[in-house]
């Protein structure tokens, strides 16, 4: 689904991410965990194809992010960290305006109203999206995500924001998703959600990989905290 060979991106003389494999099968729900400028948002911004990098490749869905992205990216939602989505829009002329560039026809209707409804945000979608709170907007990204039914989900800090009900209900879809045979790759800092839903987990430190596998694999006998903070040491 995802497969990310010698990545390389260098910011002057920094290497942020600095020789980055990592291979995302379809059904994995893939965490990636590192400290604040590890290289985490570098990756997933080189691996939707809006960031250039120096070396490697990247592959989504049998698609050469870098030869061919709109096929790559006809595959793909991306959320960001921070949503920079159109204020000036309604939020509801906004999922209309991604549902376009998807090409997603006359089921948009009921996929808007099932996903909206299950974010609680159904009755709000008439209103500018400036009107709405950053938590609001991080469940209307992630509505437009799901939209095209992309086979791989990518999310930056996607709990960020989000109440406690919502980030149930988003842990449920990821695993709805790769249960369809969909596949997720997110960053996230809150480790003990990365140890109960994710298949696989990747730890970056400095722009290199430390240590990847199943969740078995990489903790062993001990939590995925402390074998963060020892690596990280």
């Given at each position: 689904m ?9 910011y002057?003389?920094?290497?942020a991410v ?13 965490g990636?965990?590192g400290?604040?400028g590890?290289?985490k948002?570098t990756?997933?911004?080189s691996c939707?194809g ?6 490697g490749?990247v592959t ?16 793909l ?7 920079d989505?159109y ?5 509801i002329k906004?999922?209309n305006?991604?549902?376009d560039?998807y090409?997603?026809?006359?089921e948009r209707t009921?996929r808007?109203?099932?996903l ?5 945000l159904?009755q709000?979608?008439?209103?500018p999206?400036?009107?709405?709170s950053h ?8 509505i437009?995500a799901w ?5 791989l989900i990518m ?5 960020v ?5 919502s980030?149930?209900?988003?842990k449920?879809?990821?695993?709805e998703?790769?249960?369809r045979?969909g596949?997720i790759?997110?960053s996230t ?5 990365a140890e109960k ?5 990747a730890?970056i430190?400095?722009?290199k990989?430390v ?10 006998n ?5 074998v963060?903070l020892e690596?990280?040491?």
């Open positions: 995802l497969k990310i060979d010698h990545l390389t991106k260098i002057g003389d920094k290497k600095d020789d980055l494999t990592l291979s995302i099968a379809p059904g994995e729900i893939y990636f965990i400290h604040n590890a290289g948002t990756t997933l911004k939707c809006l960031l250039g990098f120096d070396a490749t989504v869905c049998g698609h050469d992010i870098t030869a061919d992205p709109i096929g790559a990216k006809k595959t939602a991306y959320i960001p960290d921070n949503p989505l204020d000036f829009l309604s939020g906004y999922l305006f991604v549902a560039i090409g997603v026809g006359a009921e808007v109203k099932t909206a409804e299950r974010f609680g159904y709000d979608l008439a209103q999206i400036q009107s709405y938590g609001m907007k991080q469940k209307l990204a992630i437009a939209l095209h039914q992309p086979q999310m930056d800090e996607p709990f924001g989000l109440d406690p009900a980030s149930h209900d988003l449920v879809m990821m695993r998703h790769c249960d045979g596949a790759f997110f800092h809150v480790l003990e959600v839903l994710c298949d696989k987990v730890i430190k400095n722009g990989l240590v990847s596998g199943t969740m078995e694999e990489v903790k062993g001990a939590s995925l905290e402390d963060f690596l990280e040491k």
